[in-house]
């Protein structure tokens, strides 16, 4: 049984290098607890099934290759999908940049290319975004929870996947007071979104749960233990 994590957030060129440097411990752990969560889901007996974790990034300079880096450190399976065929999406990338990623791309255990045209790129970025939000169970976004920059940029893909009830965890950046905290959003707008706490292994497990809802034989998992917790009188 998979679960899907999808990334969105800004770019390098809006995080300066102290914050890349204070984001990186952050954005692992969050991996690192989604991984604790089903570790802990699992070690349940009456649970039917493995969990396999998987990330899924566009792999652009910034978030998604933080989240790719984290990912990997904490033994996710790395889907690239990609807004044009790898040829044409290095040309979004120089110098340094490219380098990464290159380095990225390789470490990547699968590449999707979509089928975006330079010409329309704000349309391929959208597309993206769209297909990212259709393969996550839960997305990531690291933001800084402004209006953004249109169709296909950070705030636009969270509200797209708030309209699509997949729940975000938002690795919230305050520029001004230089610090980073971490809430859940399960509904709402971009911008007046419905805010959870998302503190501890039991907040990550019930976000895991919720997720499986629907998932065959995980349902039925769930099933029980509401007719346990019912008959225990925990309900």
Known sequence: MTVNVGITGHRASLLNANLVDALEPIVEEVFRALREAGSA???DPAFPDSLDFRLHTPL???ADQIAAKSAHAVGY?????????AEEYRNDFEGAELDEFEGALDAAHEIVALPGARSDAVGAYVHVGKALIDAADIMVAIWDGGEGNGPGGTAHVVEL???SSVPVIHIAIDRDAKSITTRL???GKALEPVV???SGTDAY???LQDTLKGAGAAQVWLDR???ARANSGTA
Request: overall charge negative; hydrophobic content about 55%.
């Open 161 to 163: 996947a708030l309209e």
């Open 225 to 227: 233990g509401e007719v």
């Open 41 to 43: 889901i699992e070690a």
């Open 205 to 207: 497990c019930t976000l």
């Open 196 to 198: 959870q706490s998302l």
């Open 185 to 187: 959003l399960v509904g």
């Open 77 to 85: 399976h790395v889907s690239a999908i990609l807004p044009f065929v």
């Open 60 to 62: 652009a300079s910034g």
